[in-house]
Structures are given as C-alpha cells and as structure tokens.
C-alpha cells in the first residue's frame, strides 16, 4: 500500500494550505482515513479524519478551522485549512486505519509551516 501526499508549504498566520493524499493498493475492508501530526509527542495525534462510514471527526486543534473530505472513488482525503497559527506548524502525516484490526498504515508526511 502507499499513501502519497501533497500540499505542506510555508503560509503566514492566518493564512490557508490544502493538504491531499491518493491511497493506493489498500486492502482494508473497512478503513477511516484522514491526517495526523507528530508535534513533538510520541503518538500522532488526530488532525481530522472521515471515518469508514463517511463520518468527518476531528481533533479539538481543527474544530471551526479545518474541513476535511474523503472522495472514495479516487481514495483521496483532502484537509482544508485555514486561520492557520503558528502552533499548526508541524509535520502532517496522511494515515489510513483498518476498522478491522489495528494495523495502520502512514504517508511520509508532508511539513507544514505557519510565520507569525
């Protein structure tokens, strides 16, 4: 499987970024996908995602900023954002998770940073 990403740039506060990522050769059956970021935690922590059964869910950073969408005929997620702030700055990680058992599997991620 692979997860190919794009989008990560260099964006002012309060500035927008568009971040996609194409999935290919998923063999889930049921699968969530969405965006995580590292930040300087041991876990990746949840941006936003659309769940299996086509439910976005976010994490409390992207709530009223963020809007992600999954187009599951193409196997994309897209995550807009926008009002970014310095504290998004981060590397963003596209991650697709079996629904069925706890495998996931991750893009390479793609750096996204905010200037003040």
């Known amino acids: 499987a692979q997860l190919v990403e794009s989008g990560g740039g260099l964006v002012q506060a309060g500035g927008s970024l568009t971040l996609s990522c194409t999935a290919s050769g998923i063999t889930y059956r049921m699968y969530d996908m969405g965006w995580y970021r590292q930040n300087s935690g041991t876990e990746r922590e949840l941006v936003a995602k659309?769940?299996?059964?086509?439910?976005?869910r976010y994490g409390d950073s992207a709530k009223g900023r963020f809007t992600v969408s999954r187009d599951n005929t193409k196997d994309t997620v897209t995550l807009e954002m926008s009002g970014l702030r310095v504290a998004d700055t981060d590397t963003y990680y596209c991650?697709?998770?079996?629904?069925?058992?706890?495998?996931?599997?991750w893009g390479r991620g793609t750096q996204v940073t905010v200037s003040a």
């Open positions: 659309v769940t299996a059964d086509g439910r976005p």
């Open positions: 991650g697709v998770r079996d629904r069925l058992s706890p495998e996931t599997t």
